[in-house]
């Protein structure tokens, strides 16, 4: 789609996290605090004038554009801020599991803006860093405590491999294997799991208004479309999920039979999703039937979209629009166009 850089870069992220948090303060609540530089650089500096570090102050830099957790590291003091990039509040009490601080790498599947249509896959990884969690002044440049991505830690001495896609062992689980060791520990993963979902939508949806008339400018098909994100979650110890960025073209590499499970079964259940059919060279005619076969354009993008959602989505769940929560989601969207209100009105 086009804009996807509207949330793949992390300062476009958070602007436009933070443009709906001003307008929906109560809704827009599971970002971090975060400074943009150098627009936000007088205000950071007046934030911490007399800085000193704390647990309950600590700061995270980022750069705006990197990958696989490249240039990521803790601020130790003022003298360390960079003219450019981003500033986030760091979640010094994150969940742990074996003392381990961890994420979740999760796959969300947009199929169409016109309509809008939102998958999330139903498995993903659980990635650890590869030393215990201790949060203290002489550990703050160690990325193997600090730093969850799978890019880093597999350098780390102590890093462990797992290739048992249904065991508790090594650096690396299946989501299937992180919910089935919450619910042993009595913790509640489908709370969890609707808060995640409810991320994922509003995450779509604050750049929704601004893809929709660049999709129709163009004159695109959403039917022709489609974009898979890797997202990353973090859990507090409260149990609470912190959107940390979101990933164009995630890895789709197969380093441990975890990955090979889990990836070649997301590609399967995408292609499944979008009706991936065989080419044919009578092209001219099968567009010809397609245009004799809808009235409008609106018509096709409703049509279709019911099509897909007759077709087999595995282990992806369509998580918006859904009869039960279009009308609390459509608040967030201004001008959501002929093609959503329609299919709006099919579902119902």
Known sequence: ??????????DNLYTNFKRMKDKFPNDYTYMPETYILPKDEATFNSLIANYTVSKDNMWLIKPVA????????????????????????????????????????????ITGYTPLKIYLFDEGLTRFASEEYNLNE??????????????INKESEKYQKNDDYGEEEGNKWSLSTLRKHMKSNGEDFDKIWGRIKDIMIKTILSVTD???????????????????????????????????????????????????????????DIFNIIGAVPFSHDWKAETMDKEIKYETKVEEGVKESLYEFERPSGG????????????????FIERPGEENEKLWETIK
């Not at 002489?138 to 890019?151: A, D, E, G, P, Q």
């Not at 992806?316 to 608040?331: D, G, L, T, V, W």
Request: charged share 20%; proline share 5%.
């Open 316 to 331: 992806f769940e369509r998580i918006f629009p859904r009869k039960e929560n279009i009308e609390y989601y459509r608040q």
């Open 210 to 268: 601004d893809a929709i008339p660049v999709i129709k400018a163009f004159n695109l098909s959403s039917n022709n479309l489609f974009e898979l994100y890797g997202v990353d979650i973090l859990l507090d110890q409260k149990l609470n999920p912190w959107l940390m960025e979101v990933n164009l073209n995630p890895s789709l590499n197969c380093d441990s039979e975890i990955d090979l499970k889990i990836k070649s079964k997301l590609l399967t």
């Open 1 to 10: 789609f086009p804009m996807t850089w509207q949330l793949s870069r992390k």
């Open 66 to 109: 990197s990958s696989r957790g490249a240039g990521i590291h803790l601020m130790t003091d003022i003298n360390s801020i960079p003219s450019k990039g981003l500033i986030t509040k760091y979640i010094s009490n994150p969940h742990l599991i074996n003392n381990l601080k961890y994420d979740l790498r999760l796959y969300l599947l």
């Open 138 to 151: 002489t550990n703050m440049t160690n990325k193997f405590i600090h730093l969850t991505n799978y890019s």
